[in-house]
């Protein structure tokens, strides 16, 4: 199915899994502790998530090496990170309630945005999805324009810590409290809800299968 990145937060190590069952994971790159969220930048790169230290790093794909920082602009505790399609790299930032769009090619800041608590991020063709905590909502955003577009859903728990797309369109989101929903992203209607297990981060691999992790 692929191949997968994870991280490791205390430890600051990114892992490659291959993503069939029973795979190992194996170091690909030690960075700064403090890792939440890695995206896959369009001319391979990985960008990187770091909270601890407040910035976006860029690490090659192939050595692990890491290239600079991307991104450090007041962005207090970036907690999300998704590539749009046109080549723009999203950044949510919790502790400050921002969500900063950034050219993916050279760093610059494209469009700030204040959203409440801001966590887990993701992109479909048209529009930026954003997690807040404070009130278990999620909010929308033109993908293009940066136009803050409203309130998707709201009341759907406090915990929303993680979020991906499937191919049908739907969000599902991981919530640390509640397991994983499925959220119309037409109308905000919770879809299903699987609450089996504690989810760590959410991905959908190229064949369409949902990868996550215990954190229990």
């Known amino acids: 199915h692929g191949e997968i990145l994870s991280s490791q937060f205390n430890q600051g190590i990114i892992y490659r899994v291959a993503g069939t069952p029973g795979s190992t994971a194996a170091p690909f790159a030690t960075v700064e502790r403090g890792i939440t969220g890695l995206a896959q930048l369009p001319n391979g790169d990985i960008a990187v998530a770091s909270s601890r230290e407040d910035r976006i790093l860029r690490i090659d794909a192939t050595s692990g090496f890491t290239k600079g920082i991307l991104f450090d602009n007041l962005i207090d505790n970036p907690r999300g990170l998704t590539l749009h399609r046109g080549g723009t790299l999203w950044v ?3 502790s400050n309630d921002q969500v900063v769009a950034i050219d993916a090619y050279t760093g610059e800041e ?19 999805y954003v997690t807040g905590q404070a009130e278990g909502s999620v909010y929308m955003i033109d993908a293009l324009t940066g136009d803050y577009l409203g309130v998707l859903a709201q009341n759907l728990g406090p915990n929303l810590e993680e979020m991906t797309i499937n191919r049908a369109g739907d969000l599902l989101i991981g919530d640390s409290a509640d397991g994983i929903l499925r959220v119309d992203a037409a109308t905000g209607a919770i879809l299903a809800r699987a609450p089996t297990f504690t989810p760590g981060p959410v991905a959908i691999d190229h064949d369409g299968f949902l990868i996550s992790k215990n954190i229990d």
């Open 110 to 128: 494209l469009h700030r945005l204040t959203i409440p608590r801001a966590f887990a991020i993701a992109a479909d063709a048209d529009r930026i």
């Open 92 to 94: 949510s930032a919790l």
